[in-house]
């Protein structure tokens, strides 16, 4: 599939992506809507409501037949759970690992879940083994209560290169943990771009941060200038001489000038 096909699928509900499987697995398609209603525990117009937009995007024919398209279109799905699934256990994730394959596949263009997963693909080998022994399932159990300043970086989620996020936020957080709960502390700062309509320099801030917790994008309370998002919907790794490094998914949106830029995925790091 080429790029421009790429940017052509959108993204659907595991749910829907199952719809499609189950179809593609009836040799006879009589009854086929009913048939995967009850599989999937659905209410038959579900079904039907969603073949009917796949058959207006020509993904499938009226006889609920795949078209060519259509199925390149499931392949290309089909091919990224599994990659993103592979992704998971290769990071360690071990718990919850339906939940945020669901959150990723839902929520994240196909094009940069690929990117992430070669990324990770070429990762050295000895330290993929090292981060699946060292993985920290509640960082609770090895954190004193109190304050804790950590080194905070905004990369792009396949961890590329540094978001454009990254300029809203001081490069020092905090991790607080006490009886109230566990959180990290980001303050957020304002955000210098360049218009590109007049080249004018323009400023603004973060308006909206969600993060990635059991699979569904969730909102951080954005207060007096801080975000805070709670330990557990992060993952933490121990290695590189016992650097303790913590990871969570977000997507941000900020107002700058007047423009109220889009809806990025980032992923936030930090060190301990």
């Known amino acids: 599939m080429d790029r421009k096909e790429e940017y052509k699928i959108e993204n659907l509900t595991m749910l829907q992506i199952q719809y499609l499987i189950e ?23 579900q079904v039907s409501r969603f073949f009917k937009k796949c058959i207006e995007e020509e ?13 390149r279109k499931l392949d290309w799905r089909c091919k990224m759970i599994r990659d993103v699934r592979d992704y998971l256990e290769r990071s360690g994730i ?4 339906e939940e945020v394959l669901k959150g990723m596949i839902e929520n994240i263009d196909y094009i940069q879940l690929e990117k992430l ?33 950590v080194a905070v970086t905004i990369l792009q989620h396949d961890g590329a290169k540094r978001s454009m996020a990254d300029r809203g936020f001081e490069p020092v957080a905090l991790i607080r943990y006490n009886k109230r709960g566990a959180y990290l502390e980001l303050t957020i700062r304002e955000m210098d771009a360049v218009s590109r309509v007049n080249g004018e320099d323009m400023s603004g801030y973060l308006a909206t941060l969600k993060y990635l917790h ?29 650097v ?10 900020c107002s700058v000038g007047n423009v109220h830029m889009p809806e990025s995925t980032a992923r936030v790091m930090f060190k301990l």
């Open 214 to 242: 059991q699979g569904i994008f969730r909102y951080a309370d954005i207060k007096n200038g801080k975000v805070r998002i709670p330990l557990d919907a992060c993952y933490y790794q121990n290695f590189d001489n016992g």
């Open 59 to 71: 993904e499938l024919t009226e006889s609920l037949d795949f078209t060519e398209n259509g199925k």
């Open 23 to 45: 179809l593609n697995k009836l040799e006879k398609k009589k009854g086929a809507v009913r048939m995967i209603a009850a599989k999937c525990g659905v209410n038959h117009s």
């Open 117 to 149: 997963v070669k990324s990770d693909r070429r990762m050295n080998p000895e330290t993929k083994m090292q981060k699946r022994e060292d993985v920290i399932t509640d960082i609770r159990d090895i954190l004193e209560y109190g304050n804790h300043e």
């Open 94 to 97: 071990t718990e919850g690992t």
């Open 244 to 253: 303790l490094r913590g990871s969570v998914m977000i997507t941000v949106t």
